[in-house]
């Protein structure tokens, strides 16, 4: 959470979606290379001079040093993981009545609010967002 960390480094930074492409930005300005590094189309939105897209990882083929799925090759200090997360809820019963199904919980309402139970709220659930 503090990108002093990676004062002066070259990072690659796996995932470009809202958090990936959020903490690009934000270490930019500390580090000496962004490589943003994903599988999609590359983003059109204006980066930091810093901040280049290339192709996703495909191969660690040394300490520093990843094969990318275009065949070029990038070398690195550090890798963060913006790679997503699927949602799991191993503490809720079953009787709450709430499930995951292609990573969306349900059944919510407005996706926080449990239509089965309308006490219990879950907060944050959407998968897409929209940030500003």
Sequence with gaps: R?????????????????SGTDIAVEI???VNQVYLAHNGPFLPSKLPANVAQIRGISEC???NSFSLT???RVQCDSVILATGY????PFLSDECGIFVEKNQVQPLYKHFL???????ALIGMPL???PF
């Design 114 to 120: 449990n239509i089965e139970h309308t006490s219990m």
């Design 61 to 63: 083929i040394g300490p």
């Design 28 to 30: 930019s300005k500390d």
């Design 70 to 72: 275009d065949g070029s």
């Design 86 to 89: 699927h949602y799991e809820f």
């Design 2 to 18: 503090d990108s002093q960390h990676f004062k002066g480094e070259n990072v690659v930074i796996l995932g470009a979606a809202a």
């Design 128 to 130: 897409q967002i929209c």
